[in-house]
């Protein structure tokens, strides 16, 4: 399935449109290009429509949030729920701060994305109202059982993919549910990988339905974490983590990827 999307990807060489910070576009658009794709980090609210009418997926990410940011999502959501483009929503630090829980909740509630994206403590916080978090990073407090219960609620209840990350990826319908334990702790040590991902998801949703393009993106970063750990330190290990991305190949992730398939979870 893996070896196919990736394929498929390269072949279509779509475009994939990203409205994300400015903390992680380089590295959003390097994993993108990785996976045989073509960025564009377009977010003036004047252009999102348009852009987002020629794209194959769209990544939405709440990081850093500014006015414009937040009105060109809006639009670009709307945009691609009118043409029937996928799109990723990543929550990032919906669990923190109340204005980005209600853009989410509003883009979900009236948009419906291909696939619903957080960490651990992001999917809480969209699943529980009176659940929150300090800061961006997930609580490691938080445990595998309790976000998969989240995770499939939220799916449910939105008809949506959702991707909670973590030491433990998992992937739900709702229906069913993908355990992900590829990845390494340096992953946590430079800024947006999880955004990094989210890139790659919105890659692969050109090539596959959401379910399986989240899986696939889930798996293939974090064996490329895997391949790219050093003791040398964070800049070489972003260094090595791009090379991986774009040098990976069927084969190693074949032999590398640890993914358990959980059943119906209703």
């Known amino acids: 399935m893996v070896s196919d999307i990736r394929r498929r990807t390269k072949e279509k060489h779509p475009l994939i449109h990203c409205i994300t910070n400015p903390i992680s576009i380089n590295g959003c658009a390097n994993v993108i290009l990785a996976a045989g794709a073509r960025p564009m980090m377009a977010e003036h609210p004047d252009e999102v429509s348009e852009v987002t009418r020629t794209a194959g997926a769209v990544m939405l990410n709440l990081g850093n949030l ?3 940011r937040k009105i060109s999502m809006l639009i670009s959501a709307e945009t691609a729920k009118k043409l029937g483009i996928p799109f990723i929503l ?3 630090g919906a669990a923190c701060l109340a204005n ?3 853009l989410a909740m509003r883009i979900i509630n ?5 696939v619903i994206k957080g960490n651990y403590s992001e999917i809480k916080a969209l699943c529980d109202e009176g ?5 961006v990073d997930a609580d490691a407090a938080l445990g595998t059982q309790d976000i998969a219960r989240c995770a499939s609620e939220l799916a449910v209840r939105y008809d949506a993919v959702v991707l909670a990350s973590g ?5 739900t319908d709702g229906k069913r549910m993908t355990y992900i334990r590829n990845g390494t702790p340096q992953l946590g040590t430079i800024t947006g990988t999880g955004c990094m991902l989210g890139a790659l998801c919105a890659a692969y949703l050109t090539g596959a339905l959401p379910y399986d393009a989240a899986s696939a993106a889930c798996a293939v970063f974090g064996i490329c974490g895997e391949l790219a750990q050093t003791d040398k330190g ?3 290990f972003y260094v090595q983590l791009l090379d991986a991305l774009s040098t990976v190949n069927d084969s190693i992730i074949a032999e590398k990827i ?3 398939e959980r059943g119906k979870v209703y």
């Open 234 to 236: 964070s800049g070489t």
């Open 100 to 102: 980005r829980r209600e």
């Open 90 to 92: 990543d929550t990032c």
């Open 131 to 135: 659940y929150s978090s300090s800061g």
């Open 66 to 68: 500014t006015d414009v």
């Open 258 to 260: 640890r993914t358990e």
């Open 167 to 171: 030491v433990t990826d998992i992937v």
């Open 110 to 114: 009236d948009m419906t994305p291909s």
